[in-house]
């Protein structure tokens, strides 16, 4: 069935069934869940479904701004609006300590970064405090943008003492493997994990929409002296992960 047939107003569309807007959002989200619409497919126009269903743009404008609202469909410059690809949530465990790559690794995903910030810089005050840093010192501070599979998973700014991580710039990959090569892995980690909502910036580099659910997550790691290693802090798209932890008596 094609798109237009699936949109045809009989069977779906009814004077006493609510808002209207309300009964296309409907319609378009059954038809992206029983695959009609599939993944990656693109939307008739908007004055191409306001003649089908007719339902005016207005009305239509509103269902898809939902739709985009919720990440089911994406709108591309120029392009139009397409079927977003369905995320498949990823479980993490919340008792290892692992990294980034290793998790993604044990799921047969390859991981790649875009660097939005690597170098030395004087410490903000939230830094000093969580690395115990001393009068005077600098930071190492690496940020990035993480990406499994090709897809934008979460924003991490890591900052480490300066003899902990002497040259960010070695990080070309993964950080817990510079640190592991030089026997200043962290042993134990402290995490803390809060609901928001993504700004304008971060959701546009996780592309998702703005306000997107989002996790923020707080890491700071210690090595096996006790002494404090690394602060991360992250931001994860709200839509890829489940973070599972086990309790015991
Ligand atoms: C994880 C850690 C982060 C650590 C990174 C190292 C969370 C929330 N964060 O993403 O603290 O810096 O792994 O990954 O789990 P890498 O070795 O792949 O660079």
């Known amino acids: 069935m094609s798109a237009a047939e699936f949109l045809r107003p009989e069977g779906w569309l009814g004077e006493n069934e609510g808002p ?32 089908i269903t007719e339902l005016s743009r207005v009305t239509v404008r509103k269902a898809i701004q939902e739709l985009v609202r919720e990440g089911l469909i994406e709108q591309r410059q120029g392009s139009g609006s397409f079927i977003r690809e369905p995320m498949n949530r990823m479980e993490q465990s919340l008792s290892h300590l692992t990294s980034f790559t290793e998790d993604m690794a044990q799921r047969g995903m390859e991981t790649t970064s875009r660097w939005l910030e690597r170098g030395v810089f004087l410490p903000t005050q939230t830094e000093t405090i969580a690395l115990d840093l001393p009068d005077g010192a600098e ?65 546009d580099l996780l592309q998702v929409p703005e306000g997107a659910a989002g996790l923020s997550i707080e890491r700071i790691s ?13 931001l994860y798209r709200g839509d890829a992960y489940d973070f599972v932890a086990e309790l015991r008596l």
């Open 20 to 51: 209207r807007y309300v009964q296309l959002r409907q319609r378009l989200e059954s038809g992206i869940e029983s695959g009609v619409l599939p993944p990656n497919s693109s939307l008739p126009p908007e004055r191409e479904i306001a003649e």
């Open 139 to 203: 930071v190492s501070r690496i940020y990035r943008l993480r990406e499994a599979g090709g897809r934008p998973m979460a924003l991490e700014r890591a900052s480490l003492p300066l003899d902990i991580l002497p040259n960010p710039l070695e990080v070309t990959t993964s950080l817990y493997q510079v640190l592991g090569r030089r026997d200043l892995r962290p042993v134990r980690a402290v995490q803390k994990i809060s609901a928001i909502n993504l700004e304008a910036r971060e959701a």
């Open 222 to 234: 210690y090595l096996g002296s006790g002494r404090v290693a690394e602060l991360t802090r992250s």
